[in-house]
């Protein structure tokens, strides 16, 4: 299960709240792989496809492709502010270490 921490659930619900649409879903989507492996992205989406998998974390409702699932079956969403400014972070600890040939990648 993907765990939406408490921090990242409450900027979550206030943003779906100025959207005034309760009804949105965060979607979880493939956004690219990079040598550090595959990166994802988040997006509200309002629908739900037939190869969709939906689960709930902290009050926000998550949808992410069945494909996607099986290789983000655990992690988190959490959200960081910092110097270097603010925004969410999706940890997948089910990610590989990356293919080691760009050299940066540790």
Same mark, same amino acid.
């Not at 959200?79 to 999706?90: A, H, P, R, S, T």
């Given at each position: 299960?993907?765990?939406?921490? /408490?921090?990242?659930?409450?900027?979550?619900?206030?943003?779906?709240?100025?959207?005034?649409?309760? %009804?949105?879903?965060?979607?979880? &989507?493939?956004? @690219?792989?990079?040598?550090? @492996?595959?990166?994802? @992205?988040?997006?509200? /989406? /309002?629908? #739900?496809? %037939?190869?969709?998998?939906?689960? %709930?974390?902290?009050?926000?409702?998550?949808?992410?492709?069945?494909?996607?699932?099986?290789? &983000?079956?655990?992690?988190?969403?959490?959200?960081?502010?910092?110097?270097?400014?603010?925004? &969410?972070?999706?940890?997948?600890?089910?990610?590989?270490?990356?293919?080691? #040939?760009?050299?940066?990648?540790?």
């Amino acid at each position: 299960m993907i765990e939406v921490t /408490d921090k990242a659930a409450a900027e979550l619900k206030i943003l779906i709240e100025q959207e005034e649409k309760p %009804e949105l879903a965060l979607r979880i &989507f493939v956004a @690219g792989v990079a040598c550090s @492996g595959i990166q994802y @992205g988040l997006a509200f /989406d /309002d629908e #739900t496809k %037939e190869d969709d998998v939906t689960m %709930e974390s902290n009050g926000i409702k998550l949808v992410m492709a069945k494909d996607i699932e099986k290789n &983000f079956s655990e992690g988190s969403i959490d959200f960081i502010e910092d110097e270097n400014g603010k925004g &969410f972070l999706i940890r997948n600890p089910s990610a590989g270490a990356g293919c080691g #040939t760009c050299g940066g990648c540790h």
